[in-house]
């Protein structure tokens, strides 16, 4: 009972000084932005930070936490120490070892100023009751212990240290893209046993069924041809001609983070990734035949043009080109195929959703719409797309009404 009081009464203390310090409160609402934390942290119809979201791992589902200021199921007696323990080095508040589904590979580059400004604004919150729902991994990864031998292989702390031979601003865009932004968690390669493979870092990765691009400084497979002003009009906007539009998780990271930075922030992170290193995934070989090419013209003449144009062209705000597009012409076509399949909601006001054509078109159809997309109108995209890719896909697609 004592302890309760006292945990009770900590809370109030840490959530009424973040009451009297409104700004360290909007700090650490922008900071959580930058960290995109209601993404993981909110259950699809759910309140938002109380958590119950269920993150899947080759490894088993892991359920996100409560991480309003509730005593009970959220983290209202938490300390900073607690915190900052569980955000920078993955380690919960009784000791235990997190899952990295938990970004604290990233999250471990912030300052502890900055993760505990985040503590400062969760703590400014309405407290929700929501009880956990238990994780559900599968065999020996459901004893955390068996996480040490992982955290050796791939965790390596410490707050990221300036480079003083690079400006302050690649250095903001280094702290942002490495750090609170954790980029890498997504647009990296794993390996087997889900670590991050550092020496190809942003080089692209796969993000449960979607394939998340090579941000890489690459000028052909990454941003590398990109201006910053074109790279942060994407990043805030989600919709840039030449960078396509943003669908799938990365235009919830739109909506729900990058939305709100800065566009000095978003400046930054773009002059850090034109500066970093050039990564080349290889360029699989040409699968379709000319026929299959010639087909796919006319299924898109028949299914597509009458929107996207005869040459790919779109419609400026309202329906996106497939001509000079990066999302077209990624090292693999998985992203474009999922879109023909599932359909796509408008990104921002105004733009046209578009339908799910999986019921209309065969495996063979929407792998040659795909590669003619893919080769024409001055694209250069291998023409990998193949119906038993479509058939893989087709089994994890939203499929909605044309």
């Known amino acids: 009972m004592l302890l309760g009081i006292l945990s009770a009464g900590l809370g109030a203390i840490t959530a009424a000084m973040g009451a009297d310090e409104p700004s360290l409160i909007e700090r650490g609402q922008y900071i959580s932005h930058l960290a995109d934390c209601v993404a993981c942290h909110t259950r699809t119809g759910g309140t938002p930070f109380a958590g119950g979201l269920p993150i899947r791992t080759p490894f088993g589902t892991v359920t996100s936490t409560n991480i309003t200021p509730d005593l009970d199921t959220g983290i209202g007696g938490w300390s900073d120490e607690d915190f900052y323990r569980a955000v920078s080095d993955g380690i919960g508040r009784h000791g235990e070892y997190l899952y990295p589904a938990m970004s604290f590979t990233s999250f471990t580059k912030m300052t502890r100023s900055d993760v505990l400004a985040i503590k400062v604004y969760l703590f400014s919150l309405k407290p929700v009751h929501a009880p956990r729902v238990p994780n559900n991994m599968a065999f020996p990864f459901d004893m955390r212990w068996t996480l040490f031998a992982w ?29 609170a932004g954790h980029c890498g968690e997504c647009h990296s390669p794993r390996n087997i046993l889900e670590g991050t493979e550092t020496q190809n870092s942003l080089a692209g990765g796969k993000f449960g069924k ?157 792998a040659d719409i795909a590669n003619y997309v893919r080769s024409d109108w001055g694209n250069h995209a291998p023409t990998n797309a193949t119906p038993a890719l479509v058939a893989s896909l087709r089994g994890k697609a939203a499929i909605g009404q044309k």
């Open 151 to 179: 955290r050796a292989l791939f965790f390596h702390a410490g707050v990221y240290q300036p480079d003083p031979k690079r400006s302050a601003e690649w250095n903001r865009g280094a702290y942002l893209v490495e750090g």
């Open 210 to 366: 979607w394939l998340a691009p090579n941000i890489s400084a690459d000028p052909r497979w990454g941003i590398g041809d990109k201006s910053v002003n074109d790279l942060v009009t994407f990043l805030k906007t989600g919709s840039q001609k030449t960078e396509g539009v943003a669908f799938g998780p990365m235009a919830e990271v739109v909506h729900d983070s990058l939305h709100y930075v800065s566009t000095a922030d978003l400046q930054a992170i773009a002059v850090f990734l034109k500066a970093g290193p050039e990564r080349a995934p290889s360029v699989p070989d040409q699968v379709a035949s000319r026929g299959e090419l010639q087909h796919g013209q006319k299924l898109y003449l028949d299914n597509c043009a009458k929107c996207h144009q005869d040459k790919g062209q779109g419609s400026p705000g309202i329906v996106p080109n497939l001509a000079d597009n990066a999302a077209i012409t990624s090292a693999q076509p998985d992203d474009l195929i999922d879109a023909v399949l599932s359909g796509l909601h408008g990104s921002s006001p105004g733009t046209m959703p578009m339908p799910s054509f999986a019921r209309a078109l065969s495996d063979q159809d929407v």
